[in-house]
């Protein structure tokens, strides 16, 4: 039972640093857009905080989906 367990808390720790990875590409991103763009950066900040909630929602979904395998 102690082997799923970790199992588990792996595959939450996956998730987690996948969200980390993805926020932190949006974010890199966003900020070369608007540094390109600046007369833009309004509507680049909106949709970037958008990109960033699904991540992080889908992140949070494979947290839960992983501690409620163990």
């Known amino acids: 039972m ?3 367990n970790g199992i588990a808390a792996i ?3 996956l998730a ?3 969200a980390g990875i993805g ?3 949006i974010g890199g991103s966003a900020l070369e857009a608007m540094a390109r763009q600046p007369e833009h950066s309004g509507m ?3 949709n970037m905080i958008i990109a960033a909630a699904l991540v992080e ?3 949070l979904f494979g947290v839960v989906v992983a501690l ?3």
């Open 16 to 18: 987690a640093i996948g």
């Open 44 to 46: 680049i900040q909106t």
């Open 68 to 70: 409620l395998q163990g």
């Open 57 to 59: 929602g889908v992140a």
């Open 23 to 25: 926020i932190g590409r």
């Open 2 to 4: 102690t082997e799923i």
């Open 11 to 13: 595959g939450a720790g």
